[in-house]
């Protein structure tokens, strides 16, 4: 915490409100105006939480290495010299005559997916003089503005259940604490919340398409530059879940039985398409290299990166092969959803987690009691289908490839907001199966 940060922080915060009540009413209605505000200020006392946290718990981490040891120096290089700022905004990893001063003091400056959140941090910087906390609230203004997005989407569809999805989508506590601080999970969730809008409104509800299709764009290149895994996994999702949307809307029986395997075979083919795309300019990521990347990635993570971020935990060998990967699904699926257990608590962070953890395996075993086979059934809805498919394959990549739970608590929140809205329409849906039982 610096002098400027006293300074510079309230009024950032200031203009941020100020900002949001001016839009509010454009991007509102009468029935969800209420969350607008209240979302919007739970991000920003998280943003802040966060960097207490790093500051006098870590006593340091990656949210001050993006910033006091990332794009404090661009924001230097900015002050000395427009020119030399401008290069390493634009940098792709080279230290080139001028810029190596600055850039031989940044850490992540040859990590490029790093790198990335030290440039959106530089920009922000111009604005905030290089003051920490006001960085963090744009950073969470970034995260509002993609769950917004995300929250709109299923409000469109289910304006009846706006409270439960406001719950989903903003007030979940490990979200809205590592969603919203200087870190790479912010800008990731940011792009997620946008891509689903995006995905939604360009192609099922064709509104706005050359905004829109500027967004998806966007949010595709952010997420492929700092974390393309979760490109991979959402984006087969989306094209599974437009063409089934699409099927949806076709109003004769027969239509739908004769075009249904023909929609679902090319929906795949797009889907696996698109995966083999992604992954072409990162060898890491491609369809052979998936279990190797996985293995290197929990064991960097439970013995090295990640030894500090909180306790680990083990699924059992990984050794490279597929089979060794899809052998520990079930587990990963449990560890990511349901873990850490009261048990395993060993620090107030994991107990917080532990406590979420608990709340959420509630609401599953209470969802299966009740609606039994009936559960199946919700299945034919696409938009359940999509965030189960998103969330439970995304529980799986992240939970086989982490082994630490502190690690877990901070990659696990793209898929939490997804999951929740599954359930919570599966519920839905599950009453009016009973309402319609009531009435043979």
């Given at each position: 915490?610096?002098?400027?940060?006293?300074?510079?922080?309230?009024?950032?915060?200031?203009?941020?409100?100020?900002?949001?009540?001016?839009?509010?009413?454009?991007?509102?209605?009468?029935?969800?105006?209420?969350?607008?505000?209240?979302?919007?200020?739970?991000?920003?006392?998280?943003?802040?939480?966060?960097?207490?946290?790093?500051?006098?718990?870590?006593?340091?981490?990656?949210?001050?290495?993006?910033?006091?040891?990332?794009?404090?120096?661009?924001?230097?290089?900015?002050?000395?010299?427009?020119?030399?700022?401008?290069?390493?905004?634009?940098?792709?990893?080279?230290?080139d005559g001028d810029v190596f001063k600055y850039a031989s003091q940044i850490p992540f400056y040859r990590d490029p997916s790093s790198y990335t959140i030290i440039k959106i941090s530089s920009i922000f910087d111009l604005i905030t003089f290089s003051s920490y906390s006001a960085t963090a609230v744009l950073f969470a203004t970034l995260s509002f503005i993609g769950?917004?997005?995300?929250?709109?989407?299923?409000?469109?569809?289910?304006?009846?259940?706006?409270?439960?999805?406001?719950?989903?989508?903003?007030?979940?506590?490990?979200?809205?604490?590592?969603?919203?601080?200087?870190?790479?999970?912010?800008?990731?969730?940011?792009?997620?919340?946008?891509?689903?809008?995006?995905?939604?409104?360009?192609?099922?509800?064709?509104?706005?398409?050359?905004?829109?299709?500027?967004?998806?764009?966007?949010?595709?290149?952010?997420?492929?530059?700092?974390?393309?895994?979760?490109?991979?996994?959402?984006?087969?999702?989306?094209?599974?879940?437009?063409?089934?949307?699409?099927?949806?809307?076709?109003?004769?029986?027969?239509?739908?039985?004769?075009?249904?395997?023909?929609?679902?075979?090319?929906?795949?083919?797009?889907?696996?398409?698109?995966?083999?795309?992604?992954?072409?300019?990162?060898?890491?990521?491609?369809?052979?290299?998936?279990?190797?990347?996985?293995?290197?990635?929990?064991?960097?993570?439970?013995?090295?990166?990640?030894?500090?971020?909180?306790?680990?935990?083990?699924?059992?060998?990984?050794?490279?092969?597929?089979?060794?990967?899809?052998?520990?699904?079930?587990?990963?699926?449990?560890?990511?959803?349901?873990?850490?257990?009261?048990?395993?608590?060993?620090?107030?962070?994991?107990?917080?987690?532990?406590?979420?953890?608990?709340?959420?395996?509630?609401?599953?075993?209470?969802?299966?009691?009740?609606?039994?086979?009936?559960?199946?059934?919700?299945?034919?809805?696409?938009?359940?289908?999509?965030?189960?498919l998103f969330s439970i394959v995304f529980a799986f990549a992240v939970g086989v490839s982490t082994f630490n739970f502190g690690t877990l608590s901070r990659y696990k929140i793209p898929m939490l907001p997804i999951f929740v809205i599954a359930l919570i329409l599966i519920n839905y849906k599950l009453k009016n199966f009973k309402k319609l039982s009531s009435l043979?």
């Amino acid at each position: 915490m610096e002098l400027r940060d006293l300074i510079v922080t309230p009024i950032i915060i200031f203009l941020v409100y100020a900002g949001a009540y001016w839009i509010r009413p454009y991007v509102t209605d009468a029935i969800n105006r209420k969350y607008f505000i209240p979302a919007l200020t739970v991000r920003i006392i998280g943003a802040l939480a966060v960097g207490f946290l790093y500051q006098f718990y870590y006593d340091g981490g990656d949210t001050f290495n993006f910033h006091t040891h990332g794009s404090r120096h661009v924001w230097e290089a900015f002050m000395d010299s427009p020119l030399t700022g401008f290069k390493l905004i634009f940098s792709s990893g080279q230290y080139d005559g001028d810029v190596f001063k600055y850039a031989s003091q940044i850490p992540f400056y040859r990590d490029p997916s790093s790198y990335t959140i030290i440039k959106i941090s530089s920009i922000f910087d111009l604005i905030t003089f290089s003051s920490y906390s006001a960085t963090a609230v744009l950073f969470a203004t970034l995260s509002f503005i993609g769950l917004w997005l995300l929250f709109k989407t299923f409000y469109v569809q289910y304006p009846e259940l706006n409270k439960f999805l406001a719950i989903a989508c903003f007030f979940i506590p490990s979200v809205f604490f590592w969603g919203s601080g200087l870190l790479k999970d912010t800008i990731t969730l940011s792009a997620l919340g946008l891509m689903v809008y995006s995905s939604y409104y360009l192609f099922v509800l064709r509104v706005n398409k050359v905004i829109t299709f500027i967004c998806l764009s966007g949010s595709i290149y952010i997420l492929y530059a700092v974390k393309i895994y979760i490109l991979l996994i959402l984006l087969p999702s989306l094209i599974i879940w437009i063409f089934l949307l699409k099927l949806s809307y076709i109003r004769s029986v027969a239509t739908k039985i004769t075009l249904a395997p023909i929609v679902m075979l090319f929906a795949v083919l797009l889907a696996g398409l698109s995966l083999v795309k992604a992954s072409e300019d990162n060898p890491k990521y491609s369809l052979g290299k998936l279990a190797e990347t996985a293995k290197v990635t929990a064991y960097d993570i439970r013995f090295w990166s990640g030894r500090d971020a909180g306790s680990g935990y083990s699924l059992g060998e990984l050794d490279g092969s597929f089979a060794s990967v899809l052998k520990l699904g079930p587990s990963a699926i449990n560890v990511t959803l349901f873990r850490p257990y009261f048990w395993e608590a060993k620090n107030p962070l994991m107990l917080i987690s532990s406590i979420e953890s608990f709340f959420l395996l509630v609401l599953v075993v209470a969802t299966l009691i009740n609606g039994r086979l009936r559960v199946f059934r919700t299945l034919t809805d696409p938009t359940i289908l999509f965030c189960l498919l998103f969330s439970i394959v995304f529980a799986f990549a992240v939970g086989v490839s982490t082994f630490n739970f502190g690690t877990l608590s901070r990659y696990k929140i793209p898929m939490l907001p997804i999951f929740v809205i599954a359930l919570i329409l599966i519920n839905y849906k599950l009453k009016n199966f009973k309402k319609l039982s009531s009435l043979d």
